[in-house]
Every structure is written in structure tokens, then in C-alpha cells.
């Protein structure tokens, strides 16, 4: 038995990678776990970077429960990710669907991780606006 090489950048590829992440390699034998298991970060990365591109396209186009699952996915495997923009842009999707406690959380979280920056400045702003709303109710 000789492995087949796929080359990068096919459809194929690209096919393969999915199945993988999603699956976590869970549909593989022994072998295949250690390979998955060598291959994971490479594969994780392309595949993070993918959902984060269609969860910032489909916030731009204003689908904010498909983005949110997207970004939730992002930071489930990397809360930091884009310099917390992925947490923040989670808290942004929440907001836009009316939910607020959840956005609160989430704007509290980006707060805590990026306390001297713009990003977590904004964030407790968010929290303090929506925190306010949420009392005025």
C-alpha cells in the first residue's frame, strides 16, 4: 500500500480538509488518527481561516445568525483569533439579533482580554450602553 498525494489546492483537497475538521477525525482508524494528528494544526488553520471569511461576509450581508455560527466556531477554537476581532464580531451579531445578555457576555469577554486597547474600550462602552437598555426595559 503507497499513499496517494493530493496535490494543494485542488477541489479535492480542499474536500478532504473539510471532512477532516469537521469530523475531528473521528472517521479514522488508528493510522489515520496519527496522521490526522500530524496534520491538524495545518488543516485547523486553513479551515479557521475559511469559516472566519464567510462569517465576516455574511455579517456584511447582515445574516446574523449564520455569522454568529461561524464566529462562534472561530473562537471556540481560538478565543484571540484576528486579535479578538472574532469575539468582538460575535458580540456585534448577538447585538443585531436581539440578544442582548448574550451580547453583554460576549462585549465583557473582548473587555477582559484587550483591557488598554480600542477594541476592549469599545467593548465595555457596548456593555454600558447595553447593560442601560436592558434596565430601561
Given amino acids: 500500500y503507497k499513499p496517494y498525494k493530493i496535490p494543494c489546492g485542488t477541489a479535492l483537497t480542499h474536500a478532504c480538509s473539510e471532512i477532516l475538521w469537521f469530523t475531528k477525525g ?14 491538524s494544526g495545518s488543516v485547523g488553520s486553513y479551515m479557521i ?3 472566519y471569511a464567510n462569517a465576516r461576509a455574511l455579517l456584511e450581508a447582515e445574516k446574523y445568525v449564520d455569522a454568529a ?3 462562534s466556531q472561530v473562537v471556540s477554537e481560538n478565543e484571540e483569533y484576528d486579535d479578538g476581532n472574532a469575539l468582538n464580531y460575535l458580540a456585534l451579531c448577538y ?34 450602553e447595553l447593560s442601560n437598555q436592558v434596565q430601561g426595559e
Fill in 26 to 39: 473521528s472517521l479514522l482508524d488508528e493510522n489515520g488518527k496519527e496522521t490526522y494528528d500530524s496534520l
Fill in 49 to 51: 481561516q475559511k469559516i
Fill in 69 to 71: 455560527g461561524g464566529f
Fill in 95 to 128: 447585538e443585531n439579533m436581539g440578544e442582548a445578555d448574550s451580547a453583554i457576555n460576549t462585549y465583557n469577554r473582548v473587555a477582559e482580554l484587550y483591557p488598554g486597547r480600542r477594541i476592549g474600550r469599545n467593548a465595555a462602552q457596548k456593555v454600558a
